[in-house]
């Protein structure tokens, strides 16, 4: 609880203070003291920006960014830690700048306020963990590329409404989650930009009386672009929403892929082997090996959606400019980037070192089925067969095989040849399974030789990136 007596007014026009527990429920230091760096790093901006203008002296601005330095040192030190009496990590810095300078630190708020100010320290925050995100997503593909290059080859079933459908490279399952994350790298890289333009000295709505310089400020923080209306400058929250939006599609990937090592780590599909480090046990029985990693950030998926859907409603119905209800974006953005950061992580480890490729069951698996059922249709049609009428056949094909127990290679080719004149001793060639990948050598098939070309383009535009962002 806080103490009355410990929360001030905030000026003449307040005959009381705050009732305490109003007090706690409108602080919001608890979780901003999390923008604390970026606030000192906009202050230090401000501040050099107010000596330059002339709006204070050189010396009063030196003082102040040397103040907020230390400031910066006290807390990564952990001898400034404000508590809830502070309100924000704004106010905080403010009273502890003027503690170390004097009045002299009464006279960084000059020019600016908490709107502007809090707008431009979330936007330092989001473009930081936007490029450490995006790094994430590199070394995640680094490792879907490794496992990509090892399993070229490696085959396994394609499903479509998780039925056996066509086999595929194991390799080509992979890079289709590079493709996937290499879309989630673009669409950041694409808002990094709109994260990156400066509110500071949109004021608290309206701009400023005094002469600044909101280029100067925003060139120190190195922010592309400054916001050309104060009022939406202090008001927009939509590269926020654009960051959750992206965040819930790479957290939406992650799970996909969670889903089917879940599948695959389970003794009805047997494709992967879970190793110690990234499994956990049962508490009652001492045989299971349970696929934690992905079962969490399947789950953890939720909490990122739901913080895309608090901020459209937190939105959708405030007027301009700043309302109170803003507070409650950094409690979303601050869990969204962590849980993120540490989903992306975790499968990261997973891939790399936390599950092994059964490449015999794999291989042995789509030996099971009628996956090459369109094979067949496709061997007809190449001889000149109507493919409708060759699917049709096929169709009975199956039916007939299945009534008697029998998979497509299991036939004779006298039974072939009786339900079609067509097919001759080849037919056996163009549906094994390792054929059947082979021949789907399409722009972007799964074919042995479109894998390798896929593999190699997608290397190379990791090892660019990779580059760019070293």
Known sequence: MVNPASVSTWSQRFESALHPVIAQFNASIGFDIELI???????????????????????????????????????????FQPGIEAEDVHFAVERRLTELVGDVGK?????????????????????????????QLLDFQAVLLQQATHHVETLIPGYTHLQRAQPLSLAHHLLAYVEMTQRDWQRLDEIYHRVNISPLG?????????AIDRQFS?????????????????????????????????????????????????????FVT?????????????????????????????????HLQALLVLMKGLPLAY????????????????????????????????????????????????????????????????FREAYNLVGQVVKTSLAAGKLLKDLSIEEWQALHPAFAPD??????????????????????????QALAAAQQRWNYLAGQSS
């Open 202 to 210: 949109c004021g608290a709505l309206a701009g400023t009386t005094f």
């Open 274 to 306: 879970l190793k110690d480090s990234c499994a956990t046990g049962s508490s009652i029985m001492p045989q299971k090996k349970n696929p934690d990693v992905p079962e969490l950030v399947r789950g953890k998926s939720g909490r990122v959606f739901g």
């Open 427 to 452: 037919i056996y060639e163009a549906i094994a399974p390792r054929q059947v990948v082979a021949a789907r050598n399409s722009l972007g098939g799964t074919g042995f030789d479109q894998v390798r």
């Open 323 to 386: 309302n109170k209800d803003l507070q409650e974006d950094k409690e979303a953005l601050f869990d969204a980037v962590k849980t993120v950061q540490a989903c992306l992580a975790a499968m990261t480890i997973l891939l790399a070192e936390g599950l092994e490729f059964q490449s015999d069951r794999l291989n042995q698996a789509v030996t099971e089925d009628f996956s090459n059922a369109t094979d067949v249709a496709d061997y007809l049609a190449a001889k000149g067969v109507p």
């Open 107 to 135: 006279k960084l708020h000059t020019a600016r306020s908490r709107n502007d100010q809090v707008g431009t320290d979330t936007r330092l925050y989001l473009r930081e963990q936007i490029r450490t995100i995006q790094r």
């Open 218 to 270: 925003a060139n120190l923080l190195q922010f592309e672009a400054i916001y050309a209306n104060s009022l939406d400058g202090v008001s927009d929250r939509d590269f926020a929403i654009e960051f959750l939006c992206a965040t819930s599609l790479v957290m939406m990937h992650l799970s996909r892929l969670s889903e089917e090592v879940i599948l695959w780590a389970s003794e009805e599909f047997r």
């Open 37 to 79: 760096e970026y606030d000192l790093t906009g202050s230090q901006a401000h501040a050099q920006m107010l000596a330059y203008t002339g709006i204070i002296t050189r010396s009063e601005g030196d003082q102040l960014v040397q103040g907020l330095e230390q400031i910066r040192q006290e807390y990564r030190s952990g001898q």
